[in-house]
């Protein structure tokens, strides 16, 4: 048995400017690899002012240097190639998950109501007390979803979309 578990966590909150501080406190818990705050105005409308994905960029970088390196067996254009057609790789990689994971926040942008916010977080938790801890300080609500049942919902979510 595994000693992690992915999850998505939801924190919810009726102070939208708490919710932001929390924010700043969930991007240093152990294992968050994404955050993000949804809120929704009076009038309802829906915003996400901050967003965090850690590593963001790392694939770009990570295949224009594979490219690069690839490409030097054809001398300095070759590497010059090879490094753009690496990052470009990469970076269609990275723009995939950025669409899934704007996907998945309109997914719970109906779970926000008017005037609240949603702090919501991919972890791999080792440990559920860091994140119950932070629940805790700022007196939110926590639910866990399983990575893979919050992934299920998106595709369900995307396919009705698609259908319609």
Same mark, same amino acid.
């Given at each position: 048995m595994s000693d992690h578990h992915?999850?998505?966590l939801l924190l919810g909150f009726t102070d939208r400017e708490a919710c932001r501080r929390a924010y700043e406190d969930a991007m240093h818990l152990p294992g968050v690899r994404q955050v993000a705050v949804l809120e929704r105005s009076d009038e309802g409308i829906v915003d996400i002012? &901050?967003?965090h994905i %850690?590593? +963001?960029g790392v694939p770009t970088i990570g295949s224009g240097l594979v490219g690069g390196l690839v490409g030097l067996l054809g001398g300095p254009i070759g590497a010059l190639l090879g490094f753009a057609a690496g990052a470009a790789i990469g970076n269609a990689a990275e723009q995939t998950e950025m669409t899934d994971g704007g996907a998945g926040l309109i997914v719970l942008s109906s779970r926000v109501d008017n005037g609240r916010a $949603? $702090? /919501?977080m991919d972890v791999v &938790?080792?440990?559920s007390a860091p994140a119950d801890e932070l629940a +805790?300080?700022?007196g939110a609500p926590v639910e866990r979803i399983t990575a893979e049942e919050f992934a299920e919902q998106v %595709? /369900? +979510?995307k396919e009705r979309a698609q259908g319609s």
């Open positions: 992915h999850h998505v002012p &901050e967003s %850690r590593g +963001a $949603l $702090l /919501v &938790e080792h440990d +805790a300080k700022y %595709r /369900v +979510a």
